[in-house]
Nanobody, 114 residues
Framework: QVQLVESGGGLVQAGGSLRLSCAAS????????MGWYRQTPGKQRELVAH???????NYADSAKGRFTISRDNAKNVVYLQMNSLRPEDSGVYYC????????WGQGTQVTVSS
């Protein structure tokens, strides 16, 4: 089992920044992928960005140039630095851990006001 605990969400004005953190614990394998997904009411959860344990990253088009995903493998923590936030970035952000199985965090709310 892997447990994921997210933090860092909140309310911010458009143009502002937030930094999300996700700490993983439990049966962590050294080779894995961790990522951030966003869900808004009535829509499916969608990828924002993910990063492999080797540092390879992938971003949704909407996140490119504004968001940066990073990780600390020693601490099993993944971060999402979000800059130049827009109202459409609002939603519940979920952390995901993928190895042989997939695990999700409980989510953290991000609200960007116009």
């Amino acid at each position: 089992q892997v447990q994921l605990v997210e933090s860092g969400g909140g309310l911010v004005q458009a143009g502002g920044s937030l930094r999300l953190s996700c700490a993983a614990s439990g049966s962590i394998f050294s080779i894995n992928t961790m990522g951030w997904y966003r869900q808004t009411p009535g829509k499916q959860r969608e990828l924002v960005a993910h990063i492999t344990s080797g540092g390879i990253t992938n971003y949704a088009d909407s996140a490119k140039g504004r968001f940066t995903i990073s990780r600390d493998n020693a601490k099993n923590v993944v971060y999402l630095q979000m800059n130049s936030l827009r109202p459409e970035d609002s939603g519940v952000y979920y952390c995901r851990y993928i190895n042989s199985r997939s695990y999700w965090g409980q989510g953290t709310q991000v609200t960007v006001s116009s």
